[in-house]
């Protein structure tokens, strides 16, 4: 044993590249999703606030929108949000439940007077992505194992093979631990994506202005897993003396670890045009963000034997890539009359153009998968804002739908929220704004495998329904 420890070392560098620092299209995404608030307000409509924009909120929608803003605005907000997440494995359902909060954004605007009318500058914090998540699941699986998946998809160097180093193969690389297992996992996932952004505003003319906004960003993911299969029935029970010294086994447990440091960079441009109070349409488009990653990543296996055997793998692993997103294209309307504000809003952003790049092999072979298994994402939705008569209070909500980025996906794989909310001046200059908010959202993971192979796949179903829930304070002088 204390052999193969020797030559895992001087080879390990190839295995970890294989098996524990393999990127997917899922980290790519990651970048290209936004569940943040933005703002409380912001939340409050939805995707058609893009037909809005008349706030500090606007540096991430339209900074267009800037020019809107008639004095000084200071603006914080808090969130808190409840998970619900529930997975479907072998058709065994886990619920699971966790909550979280955060600073949503603080930030502050300041109008100038142009020739041509009225300017504004701002600067402001968002958070863009909360990573934070929890979810379990656990089932008896006839079908695969872990355990086969890195026999027949590991190297075929056997001192390099993980499943070999625990005494899971044969010399030949097989292993008769193909099926019939109870199998469980815990996953944990936490981080998030910070964004400053700064951004100025004109007017062209009485009725039409113009905007640029430059974003900087950072933040980090951490990824978790706990994950085990146990021989239950006692299925592999019997003693090999040509292949095996014993392949009793009892169980496989594997945790897996993934830091992630993260910074990017871009920026926005847009246009505005309004007339009187009664209509405003807006137009943005928003370039790619240019990521650079920093991974560190480490996997602790081991495995048992019912006659009391035990062996240990170990590594850690570091690397870095870049990634480049798609443009967003994003347009919006408004119409307000009798103190009645209706919106409608649409995104577009085609994220098939992901790219990584500066990056291991197998990570840039990504590149040709996301061309064939992604398509364009279309966000729209509709808004309210109503004035109550004679009352200092808003009323909001809104709906938006956002379409699967897979060319094939599970029903219920749109990512939709429901939003309602308002606002109360506390003084002429001050408001106080609140919003909940419900989305539903379901995805397909990979448990394990290959999908060449099912016999070596697995994968489930994760539901995450989040009630968010916000309180935003506005001053203006």
């Known amino acids: 044993m204390k052999m193969k420890k020797i030559i895992w070392s001087a080879v390990a560098f190839f295995l970890l590249t294989t098996l524990v620092n393999a990127q997917t299209i899922e980290d790519a995404l990651r970048f290209t999703k936004s569940n943040g608030y933005i703002s409380p307000r912001a939340a409050g409509l939805g995707v058609?606030?893009?037909?809005?924009?008349?706030?500090?909120?606007?540096?991430?929608?339209?900074?267009?929108?800037?020019?809107?803003?008639?004095?000084?605005?200071?603006?914080?907000?808090?969130?808190?949000?409840?998970?619900?997440?529930?997975?479907?494995?072998?058709?065994?359902?886990?619920?699971?439940?966790s909550n979280d909060e955060y600073i949503t954004h603080f930030g502050f605007a300041v109008p100038f007077d142009t020739k041509q009318g009225n300017g504004a500058v701002g600067l402001a914090y968002f958070l863009e992505n909360n990573f934070n998540n929890n979810m379990k699941y656990e089932a008896f699986n006839p079908f695969s194992t872990m355990t086969n998946y890195y026999s027949v998809f590991g190297t075929r160097i056997r001192e390099n093979n993980l499943a070999y180093e625990l005494f899971l193969t044969d010399t030949n690389l097989n292993s008769p631990i193909t099926d019939s297992l109870q199998q469980k996992a815990f996953l944990q996932e936490s981080g998030g994506l910070h964004n400053i952004v700064g951004g100025v505003s004109f007017d062209l003319s009485e009725y039409v202005s113009l905007g640029v906004a430059l974003q900087g960003k950072w933040g980090t993911y951490n990824y978790k897993r706990n994950y085990s299969e146990r021989d239950i029935y006692n299925k592999y029970n019997y003693f090999d003396d040509v292949y095996w010294t014993n392949i009793d086994f009892n169980r496989l447990e594997v945790d897996e670890r993934i830091e992630?440091?993260?910074?990017?960079?871009?920026?926005?441009?847009?246009?505005?045009?309004?007339?009187?109070?009664?209509?405003?349409?807006?137009?943005?488009?928003?370039?790619?963000?240019?990521?650079?990653?920093?991974?560190?990543?480490?996997?602790?296996?081991?495995?048992?034997f019912d006659n009391g055997d035990h062996y240990l793998f170990e590594k850690d692993y570091q690397?870095?890539?870049?990634?480049?997103?798609?443009?967003?294209?994003?347009?919006?309307?408004?119409?307000?009359?009798?103190?009645?504000?209706?919106?409608?809003?649409?995104?577009?952003?085609?994220?098939?153009?992901?790219?990584?790049?500066?990056?291991?092999?197998?990570?840039?072979?990504?590149?040709?998968?996301?061309?064939?298994?992604?398509?364009?994402?279309?966000?729209?939705?509709?808004?309210?804002?109503?004035?109550?008569?004679?009352?200092?209070?808003?009323?909001?909500?809104?709906?938006?739908?956002?379409?699967?980025?897979?060319?094939?996906?599970?029903?219920?794989?749109?990512?939709?929220?429901?939003?309602?909310?308002?606002?109360?001046?506390?003084?002429?200059?001050?408001?106080?704004?609140?919003?909940?908010?419900?989305?539903?959202?379901?995805?397909?993971?990979?448990?394990?495998?290959?999908?060449?192979?099912?016999?070596?796949?697995?994968?489930?179903?994760?539901?995450?329904?989040?009630?968010?829930?916000?309180?935003?304070?506005?001053?203006?002088?």
């Open 48 to 97: 058609s606030f893009h037909g809005i924009c008349d706030d500090v909120a606007a540096l991430a929608y339209n900074p267009a929108g800037l020019s809107l803003i008639g004095k000084t605005e200071l603006s914080f907000g808090f969130g808190f949000t409840n998970f619900s997440t529930e997975t479907n494995f072998l058709n065994q359902t886990t619920p699971f439940n």
């Open 260 to 304: 992630q440091k993260i910074t990017g960079i871009s920026g926005s441009i847009g246009i505005q045009a309004r007339f009187e109070d009664l209509l405003r349409f807006g137009a943005n488009i928003r370039f790619p963000t240019f990521y650079e990653v920093e991974d560190v990543s480490d996997i602790y296996a081991q495995s048992y």
């Open 319 to 477: 690397s870095s890539y870049k990634l480049r997103t798609p443009f967003v294209y994003s347009a919006g309307v408004s119409f307000h009359a009798l103190d009645l504000t209706f919106a409608f809003g649409v995104e577009y952003k085609d994220v098939t153009q992901l790219k990584f790049s500066d990056a291991i092999r197998d990570i840039e072979n990504l590149n040709t998968t996301i061309i064939q298994e992604l398509v364009g994402q279309t966000t729209w939705g509709f808004g309210i804002e109503y004035e109550i008569p004679y009352a200092p209070i808003l009323a909001r909500a809104s709906f938006s739908s956002t379409t699967s980025p897979y060319v094939f996906d599970i029903p219920g794989a749109s990512f939709q929220t429901a939003s309602l909310g308002g606002g109360i001046y506390v003084a002429p200059n001050i408001r106080l704004d609140a919003i909940f908010r419900w989305s539903s959202v379901s995805e397909m993971r990979t448990n394990y495998g290959n999908s060449s192979d099912p016999e070596t796949f697995s994968r489930y179903t994760f539901k995450n329904n989040p009630l968010d829930i916000g309180l935003q304070f506005t001053y203006r002088y």
